[in-house]
């Protein structure tokens, strides 16, 4: 397609990860083995709590919400990046290109937001177990989460207006697995050293202002662990919150090496990302369920239901 003397782009070609050439048949199978154990470990943590009634609390809502994020998460660029790795086509439309970068960024935000709420809902736990009930009600839980998804999209409706208002007229290969800012905005026909500088404060201040409130909640929450008298008490406040800094860290950590870097490096970009894509989803059920008895409780029921196994 042509406009003036410039030819514009109405396809992309990923190129994958850097220096992985002749690798595609063992990132195939190692990728497709993730994204299955990411979809199955996140749909029983998701069965695990609806099927239980003792798990209809606030922190298993908020898991919950965090597992369906978990499921599509990966599911942005996991389905394309295994298509052109079995040997298909690595072409991607520019309405494609356009979704994978507004998904990729809506669903990460909303989880960026949602470990907010987390956080917050732990600290309202212990430092007021009393008033609990009341503070996080089922309208609070359900505005905490209808907020979480809203500020998301509104996060990834501004970086994805703020890439694709960008001519893209020259090249179309994009050097990487999937559509990401970084990547898209070196294909541009103009000067995006502006639009970097915005992006870069946009994504760089929303993580840092959930981290700065998630570290506020956490230290409150210290201090009123080592207020507990209760050794026991003591124990299962801090594997609870442990599990979630966990969680939190393994989602925080590729954001600050991927876009807050000075100087992007490709590769260590993509291997970070697809931990960030594929692993931590995948880990994240696992985190959740390995140090609480009530979740490993309530799996184990599932998994017997789903293969006929007596209850022991």
Same mark, same amino acid.
């Given at each position: 397609?042509?406009?003036? +003397?410039?030819?514009?782009?109405?396809?992309?070609?990923?190129?994958?990860?850097?220096?992985?050439?002749?690798?595609?048949?063992?990132?195939?199978?190692?990728?497709?083995?993730?994204?299955?154990?990411?979809?199955?470990?996140?749909?029983?943590?998701?069965?695990?709590?609806?099927?239980?009634?003792?798990?209809? =609390?606030?922190?298993?809502?908020?898991?919950?919400?965090?597992?369906? @994020?978990?499921?599509?998460?990966? #599911?942005? #660029?996991?389905?394309?990046?295994?298509?052109?790795?079995?040997?298909?086509?690595?072409?991607?439309?520019?309405?494609?290109?356009?979704?994978?970068?507004?998904? /990729?960024?809506?669903?990460?935000?909303?989880?960026?937001?949602?470990?907010?709420?987390?956080? /917050?809902?732990?600290?309202?736990?212990?430092? /007021?177990?009393?008033? /609990?009930?009341?503070?996080?009600?089922?309208?609070? @839980?359900?505005?905490?989460?209808?907020?979480?998804?809203?500020?998301?999209?509104?996060?990834?409706?501004?970086?994805?207006?703020? =890439?694709?208002?960008?001519?893209? @007229?020259?090249?179309?290969?994009?050097?990487?697995?999937?559509?990401?800012?970084?990547?898209?905005?070196?294909?541009?026909?103009?000067?995006?050293?502006?639009?970097?500088?915005?992006?870069?404060? #946009?994504?760089?201040?929303?993580?840092?202002?959930?981290?700065?409130?998630?570290?506020?909640?956490?230290?409150?929450?210290?201090?009123?662990?080592?207020?507990?008298?209760?050794?026991?008490?003591?124990?299962?406040?801090?594997?609870? @919150?442990?599990?979630?800094?966990?969680?939190?860290?393994? #989602?925080?950590?590729?954001?600050?090496?991927?876009?807050?870097?000075?100087?992007? +490096?490709?590769?260590?970009?993509? =291997?970070?990302?697809?931990?960030?894509?594929?692993?931590?989803?995948?880990?994240?059920?696992?985190?959740?369920?390995?140090?609480?008895?009530?979740?490993?409780?309530?799996?184990?029921?599932?998994?017997?239901?789903?293969?006929?196994?007596?209850?022991?």
């Amino acid at each position: 397609m042509k406009m003036g +003397n410039a030819s514009v782009v109405t396809k992309f070609i990923l190129l994958g990860i850097p220096h992985t050439e002749d690798l595609e048949t063992m990132l195939f199978v190692l990728f497709l083995g993730c994204y299955v154990f990411t979809l199955m470990g996140n749909l029983l943590i998701l069965l695990a709590i609806v099927s239980s009634t003792r798990l209809h =609390t606030p922190m298993y809502f908020f898991l919950c919400q965090l597992s369906v @994020c978990d499921i599509f998460f990966p #599911s942005v #660029s996991s389905p394309k990046m295994l298509f052109y790795l079995s040997g298909n086509s690595r072409a991607i439309s520019y309405a494609g290109c356009v979704s994978q970068l507004f998904f /990729y960024h809506f669903l990460g935000c909303t989880e960026c937001f949602l470990y907010t709420v987390m956080a /917050y809902d732990r600290f309202v736990a212990i430092c /007021y177990p009393l008033r /609990y009930t009341v503070i996080m009600s089922h309208r609070v @839980c359900a505005i905490l989460a209808v907020g979480t998804s809203f500020f998301g999209c509104i996060q990834a409706t501004f970086l994805t207006t703020l =890439t694709f208002q960008l001519p893209y @007229c020259g090249p179309n290969e994009v050097d990487y697995f999937f559509c990401d800012i970084p990547v898209m905005l070196k294909l541009a026909c103009a000067d995006t050293s502006a639009l970097e500088r915005v992006g870069f404060v #946009s994504v760089g201040l929303m993580p840092l202002s959930c981290f700065l409130l998630i570290l506020t909640s956490y230290s409150r929450i210290v201090c009123s662990i080592l207020q507990i008298r209760s050794t026991e008490g003591r124990r299962r406040a801090f594997s609870t @919150c442990s599990a979630h800094l966990t969680a939190i860290l393994l #989602s925080f950590m590729p954001v600050v090496l991927i876009y807050l870097q000075p100087t992007p +490096n490709p590769w260590l970009n993509a =291997t970070v990302q697809v931990l960030n894509n594929l692993v931590t989803p995948m880990l994240n059920p696992l985190i959740y369920s390995l140090r609480n008895k009530e979740v490993k409780y309530s799996l184990r029921k599932v998994l017997q239901q789903v293969a006929f196994l007596p209850e022991q």
